[in-house]
């Protein structure tokens, strides 16, 4: 009977620390799913790349295939493709240009560059004894 009710309080404890685990994983995956948020104009632009190679793809496919393929209609899908994404380019060159001008992270919150902290806080010069100089 003691080995019994050993093995159960065991099994108790093993799947309130894999319950445990698990909440903690799960809390863990909707933070980082929180924190990186893609934007609408990555996805866009995702979506334009995949559109541009599968156009392309298709195109060499059926010309393999001895089909006659549309080669304007392909060239024209794969030009405003990479139209989009040349403009997606400068659009977020001007949004990190601008951060940077004033001074913010990537989510908008304001930041020092470790190169201008302030010289009260620089550190202090140590010598091979260890004490500082003042």
Request: proline share 4%; charged share 30%; net charge positive.
């Amino acid at each position: 009977m003691s080995r019994v009710r050993h093995f159960k309080e065991h099994w108790k404890k093993w799947r309130r620390r894999v319950k445990r685990r698990k909440a903690s994983r799960k809390k863990a995956r909707a933070e980082a799913r929180a924190a990186k948020k893609t934007e609408f104009s990555k996805k866009l632009a995702a979506w334009a790349v995949c559109v541009a190679t599968l156009s392309v793809i298709a195109s060499y496919v059926l010309a393999a295939l001895g089909c006659e393929t549309v080669s304007d209609v392909t060239v024209a899908v794969f030009t405003g493709c990479i139209g989009y994404l040349i403009t997606y380019a400068g659009k977020s060159l001007g949004e990190k240009m601008s951060r940077n001008k004033h001074g913010l992270d990537a989510d908008g919150q304001p930041y020092t560059p470790p190169s201008a902290a302030p010289e009260d806080e620089a550190p202090l010069d140590m010598d091979t004894t260890g004490n500082a100089d003042l």
